[in-house]
């Protein structure tokens, strides 16, 4: 039954409206992207209520003070951290890339190291397996999404094994990527002796200023010697009904493994605060690429990943090729990709034609016709999700890790890239990518633009919410 509402409540209810407009004109442009800022007040004008209350929810990309505090107790640690890797530090080239690196991530530059790129799903879990199998002292995994599926009982069962054999294990994972088995993934963990911690878990007496922060690192550590980075879960390929994902995994070894055992004592550390190791042994070293982590996220004073991209395309000379599931970028990198284009570098850019995400996927589009125009390749990858995150600029610098070429891994989302520096290292990428390539259909700027109409209306309108994805 509709109740109208009687005049004086509804003149109070508009001037509630236009108080809200007015005031979050002030308050939403407020260290903010014009991207998101025009999203924002886009809803707020049309919805004045359930705007405010919605940006009160997620509005602001930043974390409590009391987090803030706790991330700068960190800065010894990872002072010493930085201390026990100089001797791994390495005068090799690519200094100036290098001190981006660490002036925004934290962590220097370091040789010696052995990386193999495992882009089959199956084997990740194979070698990781047999990794925890053979482990004598801890294994720490820091995952998004952690199942207890089939996939995801091997990797418990042999977590449980190295437990009964006196190895110390901790896991980290993220509550939202792990919302659907995370009942069941604590309660096997736990019966088989594992220590769990959630990453960011959502308390209402303590909570964080946006409740979709969330921690996406994906860091495997056995022993502090063997490291895996990428994108691949803790779950079945195929967990999402007519969706495959296929992946890509370094399995590394070398002092690069002190540094990703230092990301996730710190993550550990943020929700615990308890230090598990006050200083990391230096791992030995075993092969000759040159690697740096690159943790990015809300701790960080700048976005780590996006600004490190956006000046490698600047400074790109011949080819930059991109991998990402999930395209939403901002007009620095629009820019950035155009310039290169103009200055005679080929860009190529490998999306998925296969889509989980289906709003972020309607925006992704929408800026298709725009790279296109700019002279950008666009490649859909065929058959499977292509979940892999990677990037390699002028056969000489690779990245490989969690984080996607969206605005949420550039600005909401822990992420962890792993910087490869040197012909020798990025080749082996270069040559997954060229798979990658084959395995796609180019996107013709023509034929993008016959498009139904209506396909280019839904496009638009999620457009116009990308920034808040």
């Not at 230090?275 to 809300?298: F, W, Y």
């Not at 850019?349 to 700019?374: C, F, H, M, P, T």
């Not at 000489?396 to 910087?419: K, M, T, Y």
Request: hydrophobic residues 45%; contains cysteine.
């Amino acid at each position: 039954m509709f109740i109208p509402l009687s005049p004086d409540l509804g003149t109070g209810y508009l001037i509630v409206e236009w108080i809200i407009r007015i005031g979050m004109t002030l308050v939403v442009p407020f260290r903010r992207s014009p991207g998101a800022t025009r999203s924002w007040l886009l809803l707020i004008y049309f919805l004045p209520v359930p705007g405010a209350l919605f940006y009160a929810a997620i509005g602001r990309p930043k974390f409590p003070q009391w987090r803030t505090e706790r991330f700068a107790n960190l800065s010894g640690f990872y002072d010493r951290l930085r201390t026990r890797l100089t001797p791994a530090v390495r005068a090799d080239g690519f200094e100036e890339s290098a001190a981006l690196v660490q002036r925004v991530g934290g962590m220097p530059k370091v040789g010696g190291n052995a990386v193999e790129l495992i882009d089959d799903y199956d084997d990740v879990f194979d070698r990781l397996i047999r990794d925890i199998d053979g482990a004598r002292f801890h294994v720490r995994i820091l995952v998004y999404l952690f199942a207890n599926d089939a996939t995801g009982m091997k990797v418990i069962e042999a977590l449980g094994r190295a437990k009964a054999r006196g190895v110390d294990c901790h896991v980290l994972i993220d509550p939202v990527g792990s919302y659907k088995w995370l009942k069941g993934t604590r309660r096997d963990l736990q019966a088989a002796g594992i220590e769990i911690r959630e990453a960011l878990p959502f308390r209402l007496l303590r909570r964080r200023t946006r409740r979709d922060m969330r921690n996406h690192r994906k860091l495997f550590l056995i022993d502090g010697i063997i490291g895996y980075a990428g994108s691949q879960n803790i779950v079945a390929k195929d967990f999402r009904p007519g969706v495959t994902n296929h992946e890509l995994v370094a399995r590394v070894t070398g002092p690069i493994v002190a540094e990703m055992t230092g990301a996730f004592m710190a993550d550990w550390y943020l929700e615990t605060e308890v230090m598990l190791e006050e200083d990391i042994a230096l791992p030995p070293t075993i092969g000759n690429v040159t690697a740096q982590l690159l943790p990015s996220g809300a701790d960080y004073k700048c976005e780590g990943f996006q600004t490190f991209l956006v000046w490698k395309i600047h400074r790109a000379e011949r080819h930059v090729l991109i991998t990402t599931p999930y395209l939403i970028p901002d007009e620095d990198l629009l820019s950035a990709m155009r310039t290169a284009v103009l200055r005679g570098v080929v860009v190529d850019l490998v999306v998925s034609a296969i889509a989980d995400q289906k709003l972020v996927n309607l925006a992704q589009r929408s800026y298709y016709q725009e790279l296109l125009d700019g002279g950008v390749r666009i490649h859909r990858f065929r058959h499977f999700l292509l979940h892999a995150k990677n990037v390699s600029i002028d056969g000489s610098v690779a990245v490989i890790g969690s984080s996607n070429v969206d605005i949420r891994s550039f600005q909401l989302n822990e992420e962890v890239s792993l910087v490869l520096y040197g012909r020798d290292a990025v080749e082996p990428l270069e040559a997954i990518q060229r798979g990658y390539l084959n395995a796609s259909d180019p996107v013709e700027a023509a034929r993008w633009k016959r498009r139904p109409a209506l396909h280019k209306v839904g496009e638009n309108i999620a457009r116009l919410v990308s920034p808040l994805l």
